[in-house]
């Protein structure tokens, strides 16, 4: 079975601008010079060959070379790429656009641009996790949440006045109250339920038709991801885990979440659903996954390849979790 793919996972040659790696120059001098690359995005769509690749501009494109009122908020740095500055950029942003792709995720939406060749179009991305290279996932991902941020930071939760990008868009600053508010991640736990050599795997209302995935769900506040895989098994199907382990995460930018996959065990197979929280949910066995997994199932269809869902029901049919 060929290996499966985790989108997200990060590179070694992408240098993060967000971290600990800073500009040794000022931002303005870095966009302003004749390395820098920025993708666009619009309605919260990365700009995309048709080949499926990233399509980085130059910052004297005609796309960019429109006034601020073009722009949802500054240029946002987000690192080096082979010594490349690499920036991110909302165009022509509207906050309150329902036509946004996070309100809509699972449509493959293209939104095409005059200044732009008919090969370059604004693509979903989830379409495009599988054929982008892990420095273009890295980027997409990083500018897509951050971006993301942007989008809904735009005033103080504090005192209600406007907030301003800072710290070359890693930071918005109250115009109010003076606070500094940062991104955020939410994290997300998403778990291999297992009893038997059986996999427990759930369907959620506003899913596409027939999809059948891993169980998963918000840590709260306080919470433990141990606590977090138990309750949200026992909220969503009824069934009590004991022992839970880590696996891998995948960061995860439909909106600014961070999954945090898991494998536990089940300690009944008797499922009772919440029929608020899930559609289904349902015992299969391991040719049964594998099936799903091969699309060989006319009932189910399996999670997105490139998700940590799709990554870790790969690694439990083969025997080969890392
Ligand atoms: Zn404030």
Known sequence: MERALLAFKGSNSFRRAGGSVQSE?????????????????????????DDGSLCLLSAKHSLLRGGPECRADPYAYIGQLAGIPIFVVEICGDP????????????AMIHTHPLLPEAATFRNLRGLMGSLSTDEAEIAATGKALLNWHRNARYCGRCGEATMATHEGWQRRCSGCGVDHFPRTNPVVIMLVERNEQLLLGRSHHWPDL???????????????EAAVRRETMEETGVQVGDVAYVTSQPWPFASSLMLGCRASALGSRVRIN?????????????????????????????????????????WVTDRLE
């Open 25 to 49: 120059l000022p931002m303005q001098e870095l966009l302003g010079g004749n390395r820098a690359r920025i993708l666009p995005f619009r309605k919260g769509m990365p700009l995309a060959d």
């Open 96 to 107: 309150d656009d329902s036509r946004h792709e996070d309100h809509d995720p699972f449509d």
């Open 211 to 225: 999809m059948y995935s891993l169980l998963a769900g918000f840590v709260e506040p306080g919470e433990t991801v």
């Open 275 to 315: 029929p608020v929280e899930i559609e289904d949910a349902k015992w299969l066995d391991k040719s049964q996954v594998l099936s799903l997994l091969c699309k060989d199932m006319p009932s189910m269809r399996p999670p997105a390849r490139g998700s940590i869902a799709s990554y870790l029901m790969h690694g």
